[in-house]
């Protein structure tokens, strides 16, 4: 088995039910090192579901999580974070209160070996690679919506995962933000070769981005493939065009 200890993340055979709902059923997913790929699908799909399970905060009914090849399948989050997992939040989670540089470095705290100057230092090279340094020392509550989105992605970064997990990390960004924050993941995956998995109902980012696209409908995966693959994939237009029909009806 090779091929399994080469992926930065293999997620085999979830599935998660919650009572009588299934949110996934029998997902595979596998991430290589430094790759770059999408989960999409209708509202309701499970994407955030399976971002639940593989960094530890839900459960999986069944199935298996590796990190590097290594099970993480039952190790508590912050464990899996320190084997190299880092995720954003649909609604993030800053501290209002603390500025950003501290809030970056409550973030790198979690990396060991570094005294309060180091994690300091550290900090602030990750918001200057962001083009926030001129951020750090404002308190959270300052910043514009679009600024918080981008120190909470800082924040993630700054423990250096191998893996990173985006969840929906356009919603609410202005056009000219969603770019910078394109051009901002190319910058660091040409740097660090973090692999990335991105959940985004923006498909122009996902076109663009990804290497690889995974799509999820009704807890199921229902097709994997290049972007321009999934984008001609039948059963992908249909998953998409009944989520409008429901919308329509509404
Ligand atoms: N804690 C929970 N308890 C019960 N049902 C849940 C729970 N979390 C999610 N679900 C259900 O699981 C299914 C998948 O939800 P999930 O949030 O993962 O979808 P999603 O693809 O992320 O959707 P969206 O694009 O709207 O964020 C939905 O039917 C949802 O109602």
Same mark, same amino acid.
Request: hydrophobic share 50%.
């Given at each position: 088995m090779i091929a399994a200890t080469q992926n930065a993340l293999s997620a085999t055979g979830i599935t998660k039910r919650f009572g009588g709902l299934v949110a996934l059923a029998d997902v595979d997913l596998t991430v290589g090192n430094g790759e770059f790929v999408a989960l999409i699908g209708p509202n309701g799909a499970g994407k955030s579901t399976l971002l639940n399970v593989l960094t530890g905060l839900s459960a999986p009914t069944a199935g298996r999580i590796a990190l590097d090849g290594r099970d993480?399948?039952? #190790?508590p989050t912050h464990r899996r974070i320190r084997a190299g997992l880092g995720r954003t939040f649909q609604h993030g989670r800053l501290f209002p209160r603390l500025s950003v540089v501290e809030n970056i470095m409550t973030g790198a705290a979690n990396r060991a070996g570094r005294g309060e100057a180091g994690l300091r230092a550290h900090a602030l090279a990750q918001l200057r690679r962001m083009g926030l340094e001129r951020l750090a020392d404002q308190p959270i509550s300052a910043l514009s919506y679009g600024n918080r989105r981008m120190v909470e992605l800082t924040r993630v970064l700054a423990c250096e995962p191998r893996v990173l997990l985006l969840d929906e990390?356009?919603?609410? #960004?202005?056009l000219g933000e969603v770019e910078d924050l394109m051009a901002r993941l190319r910058a660091i995956r040409a740097e660090d070769r973090i692999a990335v998995v991105l959940i985004e109902h923006n498909m122009g980012m996902v076109m663009r981005l990804a290497e690889r696209v995974v799509v999820l409908n009704f807890g199921r995966k229902i097709a994997e493939g290049t972007p321009a693959e999934v984008q001609a994939d039948p059963a992908v237009l249909a998953a998409y065009l009944g989520e409008g029909a429901a919308h329509a009806g509404r």
């Open positions: 993480v399948t039952r #190790l990390p356009a919603a609410g #960004l202005n």
